[in-house]
């Protein structure tokens, strides 16, 4: 499995995902009130339409980390325990 590849394609898919939100709490008329879990954990990220390019950032990072790790991992394990079929 490519770290690369994979880190990259979480956090597109992470990017995405914290940009949608922003936007979707938005149009909904839910951006309002108190502070949410994410706006606690990624600095600058609001339910506006900079902290979505802010929470895309955060999102492509924190989440390509992320697949980068679960990548390695699995490499290491599969190395570890190779078991051909």
């Known amino acids: 499995m490519s770290i690369r590849t994979l880190g990259l394609t979480t956090g597109i898919f992470g990017g995405v995902s914290m940009f949608m939100l922003a936007w979707w709490m938005m149009l909904t008329g839910n951006a ?3 502070i ?3 706006e606690r954990i990624y600095i600058g990220y609001t339910f506006t339409p ?17 697949g980068m790790i679960f990548a390695w991992l699995y490499n290491l394990i599969d190395r570890k325990f190779n078991v051909d079929c």
């Open 36 to 38: 949410t879990f994410f």
């Open 50 to 66: 900079m902290g979505s390019i802010i929470g895309a950032i955060w999102g492509f990072v924190d989440w390509g980390i992320a």
């Open 32 to 34: 309002e009130g108190p």
